[in-house]
């Protein structure tokens, strides 16, 4: 069983307000990642991190940002929320070296909706 | 750039019955992986099976196998015994190598419905 944690699981929030969502694993992976997801669509890479003090944006360009001091957590923060941040965020993290072809273990989501 | 291809947006099989997910990707790289995620209305996702490039064998999983095509750069996923958990969306994805933190692509995905 995967040990990497998001909360909240559900958040309602209103325009403009300051949101960090947390993503913690306990198993020492170096390479972190959070996709963002529309229901029923694909996946979008939007930052991710090879350890400490790294992080990158992905594929998909976004309003937020991350930090990532401990390898253990990998927290998002959108500094003012709006109706298009509106999706489903999941955080990822995985082993071993670039060419480990190791799975990656998700969180549960989060689901943000801003009103 | 590295693609992933998911044509069957919806399928629909009856349980017990088996089904095959088709996934088929482009990627100039020699060595990749080749990943197979589950992802219910919940919307956790959970990993399958995977697939090395270089592996001589499908990989199987339980009532999972992966019907690995080299040549036409093709993975499908075969369940077996179709249960009414398995309806779910299915996600094939493969490991970027050039950039991104070796990050997953993934396709856009599958619906499966199992019906009694």
């Known amino acids: 069983e995967a040990d990497i944690y998001q909360t909240p699981r559900y958040l309602v929030i209103g325009t403009g307000k300051k949101i960090t969502l947390e993503c913690s694993q306990t198993?020492?992976?170096?390479?972190m990642y959070w996709y963002q997801q529309d229901p029923g669509m694909e996946l979008h890479l939007i930052h991710y991190?090879?350890?400490?003090?790294?992080?990158e944006k992905g594929d998909l360009s976004s309003e937020s940002t991350v930090s990532r001091i401990r390898t253990e957590h990998f927290p998002l923060t959108l500094e003012s929320a709006r109706p298009s941040h509106t999706s489903q965020y999941l955080c990822?993290?995985?082993?071993?070296?670039?060419?480990?072809?190791?799975?990656?273990?998700f969180g549960q989501g989060t689901r943000l909706t801003v009103v | 750039a590295q693609k992933i291809t998911q044509t069957q947006p919806g399928m629909f099989v009856q349980e017990k019955e088996a089904v095959t997910l088709d996934c088929t990707y482009d990627?100039?790289?020699?060595?990749?992986?080749l990943f197979w995620y589950k992802q219910p209305s919940s919307g956790e996702m959970i990993f399958l099976i995977y697939?090395?490039?270089?592996?001589?064998q499908n990989a199987t999983e339980g009532r999972y196998s992966l019907n690995f095509q080299k040549a036409r750069k093709s993975a499908n996923l075969v369940i077996s015994a179709s249960q009414l958990g398995d309806s779910a969306m299915y996600f094939c994805?493969?490991?970027?190598?050039?950039?991104?933190?070796?990050?997953?692509?993934f396709g856009k995905g599958t619906s499966l419905l199992v019906t009694p």
């Open positions: 990822a993290s995985r082993r071993g070296s670039g060419t480990t072809n190791t799975e990656a273990f």
């Open positions: 198993m020492g992976h170096d390479k």
């Open positions: 991190s090879y350890g400490v003090n790294s992080t």
């Open positions: 990627t100039s790289d020699p060595s990749y992986g």
């Open positions: 697939q090395g490039s270089y592996d001589q």
């Open positions: 994805a493969m490991r970027d190598s050039l950039n991104s933190g070796y990050a997953l692509n």
